[in-house]
């Protein structure tokens, strides 16, 4: 037997930056919470979760603590998630809590008759934990658990349920599952939150930052100090789910390479203040990419616009530097945009536009000319169409180059911001 045979697989959350900082995922056989502070929406990251493991074919058992089934089949909905073909079961821990009268008729749920009584809340997950391997040893099963903070508060005694996560890691192994709970930090006391966090194998810290409704999130996983954890952030889109969020790419470049044509490339909502043709203040686009949300930021290319430049590069994430194969001249002038706007301390990559034009420098000759170094990422870019560019028009660039560069930036982001961990 292998180390490989012994390590446990892993759930991707598939979203993005999350299961980077997990080391791959939600391991199997692992209990795990988003941890939140209180105006954060944490459910949401747990709902997509759950519809993206949902997607790719493991059971899902919700324990619902504060909201009937269907109400979070409704908050699904708001996100944009179709769960046809997803295997969703309920755990019910609500319903007989507010004294409604049960009238559930839907299949796959399990109705709490008593919803402060741990012990219930246990057997029905074992039940439906056993029924799932049962029926099939190869597929794994993800719970998810919408307020844990709530149904603790239900406890005069909060301590019994904290020592029952131990029991519920020890059925998720035997079952091929694993868990994630969603908790928000209300006014506990020091002893009680340490003794909740030490339960869990890894939490994914939510705060909110100044810039609502952007919020910041950070894992921290057993045996990591406080100066490993690493930082991203993400919005809540309805419809749309969780999306990872880059606030400030810049686009600069010198005149006429194919900033604005790439920007609204990228997104069909893209605006732009141009005379003639000719940039003259700022394009600008929000870009959704890969479950990234990505504020995109183009500069004129004249230099009387310097001042604004050295500003936009003062607040960049990252760079993306626009040439044209075919302008040896501009190449001379990006230089200068460069030390502008300090991309030497920044994560950028180089777009080289019209590289399938008469006369266009080959890659090699561009990197050599603007001495960028062999590490920087350099992408190809051509029109769609060169049928239907026309001059003094932004024109629709191939939608391959343009994922291949925002690809490559995202990439450099993320190798930037892991390195500063």
Not at 15 to 34: E, H, K, T, W
Not at 46 to 62: M, P, V
Request: overall charge positive; glycine content about 6%.
């Amino acid at each position: 037997m292998t180390v490989t045979d012994l390590t446990p697989p892993v759930l991707p959350s598939k979203i993005p930056l999350l299961d980077d900082y997990l080391r791959g995922g939600i391991r199997v056989g692992s209990l795990g919470a988003f941890w939140s502070e209180v105006e954060v929406e944490a459910s949401a990251l747990a709902l997509q979760t759950l519809y993206n493991r949902g997607k790719e074919g493991d059971r899902i058992i919700f324990v619902s603590t504060t909201k009937k089934p269907k109400q979070i089949l409704q908050a699904l909905s708001e996100l944009g998630f179709e769960l046809a073909s997803i295997d969703l079961q309920f755990v019910d821990a609500y319903s007989s809590l507010v004294n409604e009268k049960i009238q559930e008729t839907e299949n796959n749920v399990t109705i709490l008759t008593s919803s402060n009584h741990f012990r219930q809340l246990e057997r029905a997950l074992e039940n439906c934990l056993k029924r799932a391997s049962e029926a099939s040893t190869k597929k794994r099963t993800l719970v998810v658990f919408d307020s844990f903070s709530a149904y603790l508060d239900r406890f005069d005694s909060p301590f019994v349920v904290i020592d029952g996560l131990t029991s519920l890691k020890k059925l998720f192994q035997e079952t091929n599952a694993a868990g994630i709970l969603v908790f928000t930090q209300w006014a506990y006391e020091q002893t009680l939150v340490e003794k909740i966090r030490a339960a869990f194998d890894f939490v994914i810290e939510l705060k909110s930052t100044s810039d609502k409704p952007v919020y910041a999130m950070s894992v921290y996983s057993q045996g990591t100090s406080q100066a490993n954890r690493r930082l991203a952030y993400f919005k809540v889109l309805k419809p749309g789910g969780v999306r990872i969020y880059i606030p400030k790419i810049v686009v600069t470049g010198p005149f006429h390479a194919g900033k604005t044509s790439f920007i609204h490339s990228a997104s069909k909502g893209a605006v732009s203040a141009d005379r003639l043709g000719t940039t003259v203040a700022l394009d600008f686009a929000h870009v959704g990419h890969k479950g990234f949300l990505i504020d995109i930021f183009g500069t004129p290319g004249q230099s009387r616009f310097d001042p604004l430049l050295q500003k936009l590069g003062g607040q960049a994430i990252g760079i993306i530097v626009f040439v044209s194969a075919t302008d040896s001249i501009g190449l001379n002038r990006v230089r200068s945009q460069m030390r502008i706007v300090k991309s030497e301390n920044l994560p950028y990559v180089v777009a080289v536009n019209k590289v399938n034009l008469r006369g266009a420098l080959s890659l090699a000759a561009v990197r050599n000319l603007m001495g960028i170094p062999a590490r920087i990422p350099m992408i190809p870019l051509k029109a769609k169409s060169l049928a239907e560019v026309r001059p003094n028009l932004p024109c629709e660039l191939d939608p391959q180059d343009v994922a291949n560069v925002l690809d490559k930036v995202i990439l450099q982001i993320t190798k930037f911001e892991s390195s500063k961990s």
